[in-house]
């Protein structure tokens, strides 16, 4: 399985970016993907998550601001980011909890990692 992420880049404070993350490989399917963040001297953290079920969940200093959504095959996500700040610069991850067995046991991936910048 692999996790190809694209669309990080430098944006003003107040600004917008979109991340994408298309997984491939996947044989029997995906539970859930997501995006962490990880910024300069911090622990690694959960932004946002969508189930296959459509469900998602966001960590609060994001909520209202970004939008998680996934594609009809449930094998690419999206992370809409809408009114950046400064505090939102970090490297952003995508994951994906992948099924890898018919009883249903599952595995984590990780992508590779794009940079978000936000300017003041």
């Known amino acids: 399985v692999q996790l190809v992420e694209s669309g990080g880049g430098l944006v003003q404070a107040g600004g917008s970016l979109r991340l994408s993350c298309a997984a491939s490989?996947?044989?029997?399917?995906?539970?859930?993907m997501g995006w962490y963040r990880q910024a300069p001297g911090k622990e690694r953290e959960l932004v946002a998550v969508?189930?296959?079920?459509?469900?998602?969940d966001y960590a609060d200093s994001v909520r209202g601001r970004f939008t998680i959504s996934s594609s009809d095959a449930k094998t690419t996500v999206y992370l809409q980011m809408n009114s950046l700040k400064p505090e939102d610069t970090a490297v952003y991850y995508c994951?994906?909890?992948?099924?890898?067995?018919?009883?249903?046991?599952?595995?984590?991936?990780w992508g590779q990692g794009t940079q978000v910048t936000v300017s003041s």
């Open positions: 969508i189930t296959s079920g459509g469900r998602t």
């Open positions: 490989g996947v044989v029997l399917g995906i539970n859930a």
């Open positions: 994951n994906a909890d992948v099924v890898v067995g018919l009883a249903g046991s599952s595995s984590d991936y």
